[in-house]
């Protein structure tokens, strides 16, 4: 389990077939081999140590549901480790279990901020609601609004210069996991609602 509050943003050191290794600083100390670690919001394990890089194994379906499927060049990942029983939550509860991809469509940048609007399957937007979380690349965000098939959220300067954010581009894809709360309370109202149909 993570806050969303990234930690570090790592440089890609290499990332063939289902193998990652990051270039990192912070997140090293304390970390140690079948550690956690949100990579880009995803919840993948430290399978390797060695000297400032850290090695990471990913299933064909971490890569068929995140950003590392796409065609697109991914140079640097947010970081955040695992979060404890003493961990403040300064952002939600993010379980690191990618959802799908979204789609940056619209980065409009204001004096105090930077407004980014994504596109997502609308499936998925079911389960966004405004002013509740979401995780985008593991970066714990608020909704501002909702749209048919988009929402938008405000990215104020210290996150933007914090993680990678900073970097994004039109027509980027960023990895998408909705509130876990927001998911469970949907399954239960649907159920109740199912069961009284019959």
Do not use: W
């Not at 955040?80 to 952002?91: F, K, P, Q, Y």
């Not at 027509?171 to 927001?182: F, L």
């Amino acid at each position: 389990m993570f806050t969303g509050i990234v930690e570090e943003v790592g440089k890609v050191n290499t990332f063939n077939d289902f193998t990652l290794i990051v270039e990192c600083k912070k997140i090293l100390e304390g970390i140690k081999i079948g550690d956690s670690i949100s990579t880009s919001g995803i919840c993948l394990t430290v399978t390797n140590l060695e000297g400032n890089k850290i090695s990471f194994d990913l299933s064909e379906e971490t890569i068929n549901k995140s950003i590392f499927g796409k065609e697109q060049e991914i140079t640097h990942v947010n970081l955040e480790r695992s979060a404890t029983l003493g961990t403040r939550i300064g952002g939600h509860l993010v379980e690191g279990h990618v959802e799908e991809t979204g789609i940056c469509i619209e980065i409009e940048k204001l004096s105090e901020s930077t407004i980014i609007t994504f596109e997502v399957n609308k499936n998925l937007l079911e389960n966004i609601i405004e002013k509740g979380y979401v995780a985008i690349d593991g970066t714990s965000l608020t909704v501002n609004k909702i749209y048919d098939n988009t929402f938008q959220v405000s990215i104020i300067p210290h996150t933007l210069n914090e993680t990678t954010f900073k970097n994004l581009k039109i027509n980027q894809y960023v990895n998408v996991e909705t509130d876990v709360n927001a998911r469970y309370i949907k399954k239960y109202v649907e159920d109740i609602i199912k069961r009284k149909s019959l």
